[in-house]
């Protein structure tokens, strides 16, 4: 008799591995693609508040004013009138806060939205040049930026 305790069965084990199991592709190229476009929201937390406003040298007040918007009990980043964030620098197509971007920006592109079928992870890879090229992320690297933009 075998006394080795079965394992727990993996994501890849499963009879309902999602279609990106064996991973992805993405490689940012700061080209400022997923800034621009339709109006939407970045929501933002109070400690993503503070290490922008502190990368911008601001005090957490004047970067309420400057950049923010109330979106019920939330806050979003501002947008230009085109939709494009206003940390999108309009000459460079660079961001601002790079640095210290929201998690919204920092997951891009493992949204539950991009990941919903291989149609949308295509749709992704049309809108931004990075999406389907460079570093390899394994399933379980999507995962946990899928899982982190949710919370």
């Not at 080795?4 to 992805?24: E, F």
């Not at 979003?76 to 009138?81: G, H, K, T, V």
């Not at 998690?103 to 049309?126: G, N, V």
Request: with cysteine; aromatic share 12%.
């Amino acid at each position: 008799m075998n006394s080795t305790p079965p394992r727990a069965k993996s994501a890849s084990d499963s009879a309902d591995r999602p279609w990106y199991a064996d991973g992805l592709r993405f490689e940012c190229t700061q080209c400022g693609a997923c800034c621009s476009g339709e109006p939407g929201y970045v929501f933002v937390d109070e400690s993503e508040i503070a290490a922008m406003a502190e990368e911008l040298r601001l005090s957490v007040e004047e970067f309420h004013q400057k950049f923010l918007r109330r979106v019920g009990s939330q806050f979003s980043l501002r947008e230009y009138p085109d939709g494009d964030c206003i940390f999108l620098d309009p000459k460079s197509r660079h961001c601002l806060v790079y640095r210290s971007r929201p998690i919204q920006c920092r997951t891009w592109p493992f949204w539950d939205s991009t990941l919903e079928s291989p149609a949308d992870w295509r749709d992704t890879c049309d809108a931004c040049p990075g999406a389907g090229k460079g570093q390899l992320y394994t399933f379980d690297e999507i995962e946990v930026r899928r899982r982190e933009k949710s919370v």
